[in-house]
């Protein structure tokens, strides 16, 4: 059983940066795959990056070059460092972790997921 949950959300203006931290429970972080996804008012959500448990990273397209996703598995924590923010990027951020062999993309294949955390962007 994993635990996670996600701080560090809030409202920043457009071009301002944030760090998202999610904290996770349990010995077994490691072997997890991390994901952050998001969800805009009115709208699915959706994936916007991952760090697997061997570090590598991949992200969706309207992130990229703009956010950075990294781990650190002696604290039990995925990070999402959010830069050049735009207003579109206002959502409600959760993390999830996925074992490993997961389709990074289908939400379904998450196992356990945080609360999520608020990030508002204003213009």
């Known amino acids: 059983q994993v635990q996670l949950a996600e701080s560090g959300g809030g409202l920043v203006q457009a071009g301002g940066s944030l760090r998202l931290s999610c904290a996770a429970s349990g010995r077994t972080f490691s072997n997890y795959d991390m994901g952050w996804f998001r969800q805009a008012p009115g709208k699915e959500r959706e994936f916007a990056a991952i760090v697997g448990s061997a570090g590598y990273t991949y992200y969706g397209d309207s992130v990229k070059g703009r956010f950075t996703i990294s781990r650190d598995n002696a604290k039990n924590t995925v990070y999402l460092q959010m830069n050049s923010l735009k207003p579109e990027d206002t959502a409600v951020y959760y993390c999830?972790?996925?074992?490993?062999?997961?389709?990074?993309?289908?939400?379904?294949?998450?196992?356990?997921w945080g609360q999520g955390t608020q990030v508002t962007v204003s213009s």
């Open positions: 999830a972790a996925a074992k490993k062999g997961a389709n990074w993309l289908r939400q379904q294949d998450y196992d356990y």
